[in-house]
């Protein structure tokens, strides 16, 4: 079975990572007995200490991700969802598995997870799809965790070629000073999602 999570959705900078986490069945419990939580209750410190831990007890890890230009495009076609539903429908056919457990990236999870048998077909996957999915499958709690470390380490990459750029979310102090220094030249980076609201209103400010 595969657990299917993301990090970076909300962030301004970088990419969108989309991870599964393939585990055996009769391994599930040995990935329990980790201590996993939702990525985003866990220190930086803790995510690292347990990634290769994950990687360990997985039989496949499958990693997606997704650039801010590709997030662009999709933004410009009607919304994000479609390229990370893109992104999970890769990793289940490449798992190949019985069984999915998918934090749903809709209200109504239950027809998200009919959607994405649809759009399986003919292959014939169980989706369990649910709102906080993260919260409560250790293999998805696996797949958050996973995803959230490979996208800190995307972070670090663009921290190395444009300076302190703070997490990307745009709450982030470190982030706003980033962005206002570009948005006085707009000439904005690659490393920055430029469909978001947030590059918008620094734009304004600039002016």
């Not at 595969?2 to 970076?8: H, R, V």
């Amino acid at each position: 079975m595969i657990g299917i999570d993301e990090a970076g959705r909300g962030s301004a900078l970088g990419p969108l990572v989309v991870a599964g986490c393939a585990v055996a069945e009769g391994r599930m419990a040995r990935l329990a007995g980790l201590g996993l939580a939702d990525s985003k209750a866990l220190s930086p410190a803790q995510r690292r200490a347990l990634d290769p831990e994950i990687r360990g007890v997985a039989e496949r890890i499958i990693l997606h991700s997704i650039p801010p230009r590709q997030i662009d495009l999709a933004v410009a076609r009607g919304g994000l969802n479609g390229a990370e539903i893109s992104a999970m429908l890769d990793i289940i056919r490449q798992a190949w598995p019985c069984r999915v457990f998918v934090d749903a990236l809709t209200s109504r999870p239950k027809k998200f997870g009919m959607q994405l048998e649809s759009l399986l077909a003919p292959l014939r996957v169980e989706i369990v799809a649910e709102n906080h999915a993260d919260a409560k499958y250790p293999v998805v709690q696996a797949a958050s965790i996973i995803a959230k470390v490979s996208r800190d380490a995307e972070i670090d990459r663009l921290k190395e070629r444009w300076g302190e750029t703070g997490s990307g979310y745009p709450g982030d102090p470190a982030t706003k000073a980033f962005l206002a220094g570009f948005a006085k030249t707009g000439d904005w980076p690659e490393c920055v999602r430029r469909s978001w609201k947030t590059i918008a209103r620094f734009e304004e400010k600039a002016i």
